[in-house]
């Protein structure tokens, strides 16, 4: 459905979302890693999320930026906003995203934020709801961004013109 976005050709920002300390308990006791949540993007509708994990913290972040570059999507913008609501849902995580009027700023808390701030949005109003698990949180941000369509992709899906869409 999207295509492939290639990320040696773009200059990506990396940010970290959340850095968190996890364990296995196996036979000889407790095997401790790291696990770091990662967003890339380069502020102009592209983004990406990753997970890595390590033994180590700057290995673990290392792999959660390759693991996001890999999986690179495009959003969807009108200007510095997105062009309508939408409602998105990852596992127990409700995100509402809403477009704003220019000089409204991100509004918007922890994960969601840093999703929105990678992709290039400006201005938007946001609410989660439910969970506020940051890989959750992050999940649904992106989900709800990829679903976003604009009136020329409207009109090809309805067979009109983009006249007939937006009326």
Do not use: W
Request: zero cysteines.
């Amino acid at each position: 459905m999207y295509d492939k976005i290639d990320a040696s050709t773009l200059s990506l920002t990396e940010k970290m979302v959340s850095l968190e300390r996890v364990s296995k308990t196996v036979k000889g006791g407790r095997k401790m890693k790291f696990s770091a949540l990662m967003v890339v993007g380069n502020g102009d509708g592209i983004v990406g999320v990753g997970i890595g994990k390590s033994v180590e913290v700057p290995d673990a972040i290392n792999k959660g930026i390759e693991d996001a570059k890999k999986n690179l999507v495009r959003v969807t913008l009108k200007g510095t906003t997105i062009p309508h609501e939408v409602v998105s849902e990852y596992g127990a995580s409700l995100v509402i995203l809403k477009p704003a009027a220019e000089g409204t700023g991100v509004i918007a808390g922890g994960a969601v934020r840093d999703v929105l701030e990678m992709a290039g949005i400006k201005d938007i109003r946001t609410k989660a709801l439910r969970s506020r698990n940051p890989k959750n949180l992050v999940k649904a941000t992106l989900k709800g961004l990829t679903s976003l369509r604009d009136a020329k992709q409207v009109a090809e899906t309805r067979g009109k013109t983009i006249k007939e869409i937006l009326g």
